[in-house]
DNA sequence: TATTTGCTTCTGTTTTTTCAGAAATTACGG
DNA sequence: CCGTAATTTCTGAAAAAACAGAAGCAAATA
């Protein structure tokens, strides 16, 4: 019986899908792991094929392309011969999963592009100042955001939960004006 | 004279906009995004057409995709009828209008949507366990992102930086196994 | 080793998105 | 107010992305 027939089930995968365009995720694919996470037993494609009413070709890409993410692995199912998936269904490994595919793919070659401009524009005297104000600052900037997150991503699962359900009080550790210094 | 004649900051126009691509952005609308951010001054909607080479209806509708996300912003020019535009140069108040309208936009409808379904579930008893389950732990998970996400932004700029500097530091004060309590 | 089964890659079609130009609307100056 | 400049909205064309089905390939069985 297929997950699709639940009104509720197919409304979160179908609104799932829809999250996925409007972040630059094929629909597709974000429905084949929409699927995959609320399914309780390891899918084959076929079966994906089935429920979601796609072409066997593009669940084949699509789940590559969630694997490709780390999101979802193949199985292999007692006496079948068939590949099967399941999706991650830890959250959090999940998204920081996401996010440093994400990162590896779109960001850091973003850094390494304002790093050279960066560096050739101080050099040449002929640009813009603004120009090459603007540009040393994006890149600062998103380097910056770059190594917080090398850092965060570095802490234990527990710590991290335990800071994001701190949300905005850790700002009580780091008053500005007063620099906390550690006693190592 | 154009800022796409210096090599430099055409790498980065031309590159900004297919980052926004990636990120379900469309191209003309970053690359007006990206040109406005180097330009040393307000700039007419026709200039950005002579530059970027776009038709004026579509610059028309970028910059206004770009003041819904309050990173742009219209200017009055002395002695000039038209209209002129300048870009948000604060790239933390450009990142937080971003995310902020991001979330408004996406994720706020699907908060909603998976509470309802959450809701629903609860009740259902025919609705196979896994999917109440897995519904309800993404409700909860997303939520969590959400709230801390509201606390944080609310935080003073300076205070941020400051986070941001100290990166996965602050895991000092939260080790886990000992609850760091505050003393209201 | 021939045959079947499962998976992937390729190719042409369909759908969606982007975009230019025309038409319409609004704001401004005389 | 009238005419003109500036901007927005509408519409159809072009470009890009998503997709289905076919063909190709690999692995397992017999």
Redesign the pocket.
Known sequence: MSLLDHPDAKAFILHWGEMG?QWGV????SQIHALLYLSSAPL???EIVDQL??????V??G??ELQGYGIVRRVHVEGD???HFVAETDLWDMLMRIVAERKRREVDPTIALLADLAERLKQDQSAPPQVRERIVRMHEFISTLGNWYEQVRGLPKPTLVLLMKLGGKVARFVSPGKITRSKD
């Open positions: 365009t094929n629909r597709s694919v084959p494609a076929d009413k796609l072409a066997r070709s593009n084949s890409t789940l590559k011969r068939r590949d």
